[in-house]
């Protein structure tokens, strides 16, 4: 079974700065790997998705890597903005059809 | 385009009751999955629905079952509720069957409250 862990779980830091969020997996038969957003109350908004033949995926601010030998996949949000403020969650498919979630990061951007 | 909807946004239920929760997908989009999301579980699947097919089934009793419609909208229903139920349930989507290649799209969710 898939074992998907982020960390830190929670990180606070002032605007502006650079920030990575980590995220590991156990099984590194991966097809792909999704990086998420979820504000308070809400659903996952998809970021970016990195096919297990890439290795890493950008848009904006954010560029995701992803390293499949490793297990891991990083998230790096340049030069970040309260608006970044949210839990962030990656998570990886298996072969049924099912994802596997990381237990998130929450970000708090201090203004 | 639309997002996926659920609805509704919110119930409260009582202990052994059942209760329906609504998923519409986006447009086009034929695979809907489930997934009940806690603070301490975080996200778990349920199952997976495509085509009127339920084709995988996350660890859940059979308390929790699903169906997918024609139109590809999808239910789930609880039955005998516990307290333990009390969770975000959220509904994603995707356009192809191969979730393995496809991005997920979710939708807000309907929180369940069991009192």
């Known amino acids: 079974k898939q074992e998907v862990t982020q960390i830190p779980a929670a990180l606070s830091v002032p605007e502006g700065e650079n920030l990575v969020l980590n995220c590991s997996f156990t099984d590194s038969a991966i097809y792909n790997l999704q990086w998420f957003r979820q504000d308070p109350g809400k659903g996952l908004t998809s970021l970016l998705l990195?096919?297990?033949?890439?290795r890493e995926q950008t848009s904006g601010r954010l560029n995701a890597s992803l390293d499949k030998s490793s297990g891991r996949s990083t998230l790096y949000i340049a030069a970040s903005q309260p608006g970044d403020s949210a839990t962030y969650l990656c998570?990886?498919?298996?072969?049924?059809?099912?994802?596997?979630f990381g237990t998130g990061t929450s970000l708090t951007v201090i203004p | 385009k639309a997002g996926v909807t659920q609805t509704p946004r919110y119930l409260i239920k009582t202990r052994g009751q059942q209760v329906t929760l609504s998923c519409s997908p986006i447009?086009?989009?034929?695979?809907v999955s489930w997934y009940q999301q806690t603070p301490g579980q975080g996200l778990q699947f349920l199952f997976e629905?495509?085509?009127?097919?339920?084709?995988n089934k996350g660890n859940f009793p059979g308390r929790f079952s699903g169906r997918q419609f024609s139109n590809s909208r999808s239910e789930m229903n609880v039955s005998t509720l516990e307290l333990g139920d009390s969770a975000l349930y959220l509904c994603?989507?995707?356009?192809?069957?191969?979730?393995?290649?496809?991005?997920?799209?979710f939708g807000n969710g309907t929180r369940l409250t069991v009192t």
């Open positions: 629905y495509f085509s009127e097919t339920q084709r």
């Open positions: 990195i096919q297990s033949s890439q």
């Open positions: 994603a989507s995707s356009p192809t069957g191969r979730l393995n290649y496809s991005p997920l799209h």
């Open positions: 447009s086009g989009h034929r695979s």
């Open positions: 998570a990886a498919p298996n072969t049924g059809n099912q994802f596997y």
